[in-house]
């Protein structure tokens, strides 16, 4: 079946960087677009970032536009995030996920999930 790890999750203070991974496996990378979400607790999962299956195009939230930077290895069916400038409300849980589609940003369109990893920042 689909494995999708994270890894790269940590506590960081406020204004450092964490670069997360997720490594697919038994999955047909290329022909996914992948995303990061994330969930802090008592919220909702909600999209953080996705770069099409090509990686020629990406999409971010507001909220981390301009700090956050999703890039992808196809050879190695690996998708990183680039996180920079942390803030405190960045404390979450970081979760990738896979879809056919670009442009999706409802988690119930993703159709493959990680386990999730921690990042907590500190102020």
């Known amino acids: 079946q689909v494995q999708l790890v994270e890894s790269g999750g940590g506590l960081v203070q406020a204004g450092g960087s964490l670069r997360l991974s997720c490594a697919a496996s038994?999955?047909?990378?290329?022909?996914?677009?992948m995303g990061w979400f994330r969930q802090a607790p008592g919220k909702e999962r909600s999209f953080v970032a996705a770069?099409?299956?090509?990686?020629?195009?990406?999409s971010y939230a507001d909220s981390v536009k301009g700090r956050f930077t999703i890039s992808r290895d196809n050879a190695k069916n690996t998708v990183f995030l680039q996180m920079n400038s942390l803030k405190p409300e960045d404390t979450a849980i970081y979760y990738c996920?896979?879809?056919?589609?670009?442009?999706?940003?409802?988690?119930?369109?993703?159709?493959?999930w990680g386990q999730g990893t921690q990042v907590t920042v500190s102020s």
């Open positions: 996920a896979a879809t056919l589609f670009f442009g999706r940003r409802a988690a119930s369109e993703y159709l493959y």
């Open positions: 770069i099409s299956r090509s990686d020629d195009s990406t």
């Open positions: 038994r999955l047909p990378f290329s022909l996914y677009t």
